[in-house]
Nanobody, 123 residues
Framework: QVHPVESGGGLVQAGGSLRLSCVAS????????IGWYRQAPGAQRELVAA???????TYADSVKGRCTISRDNAQNTVYLEMASLKPEDTAVYLC?????????????????WGQGTQVTVSS
């Protein structure tokens, strides 16, 4: 079982950068596909980026060119680096582990969600 824990959120001014981390407690993490999601107040949860166990990646159109997802399997960690942040990026960012990455799409697992980390971008 993979129980992801997110960190790295915070308050940042528009145009700034953040690096979020998703750390898993399980040593099978390296074989898991991972997705980063976000949920703003009153909005549906949406996929931001995902990475397969082999390193293939996909991004939401709204963050392409501004975000980079990467993984360090030795550290059981997936990173989401965000740059040129905008106020509309404000949300709780959640990590999902154990979903399915296929041809540029990611289907989340039902059970393995983290608690999320708040990102707030001020204008």
């Amino acid at each position: 079982q993979v129980h992801p824990v997110e960190s790295g959120g915070g308050l940042v001014q528009a145009g700034g950068s953040l690096r979020l981390s998703c750390v898993a407690s399980d040593n099978t993490f390296s074989i898991n596909d991972i997705g980063w999601y976000r949920q703003a107040p009153g909005a549906q949860r949406e996929l931001v980026a995902a990475i397969s166990s082999s390193g293939m990646t996909t991004y939401a159109d709204s963050v392409k060119g501004r975000c980079t997802i990467s993984r360090d399997n030795a550290q059981n960690t997936v990173y989401l680096e965000m740059a040129s942040l905008k106020p509309e990026d404000t949300a709780v960012y959640l990590c999902n582990a154990g979903g399915k990455y296929y041809r540029g799409h990611y289907a989340p697992s039902y059970h393995y969600w983290g608690q999320g980390t708040q990102v707030t971008v001020s204008s």
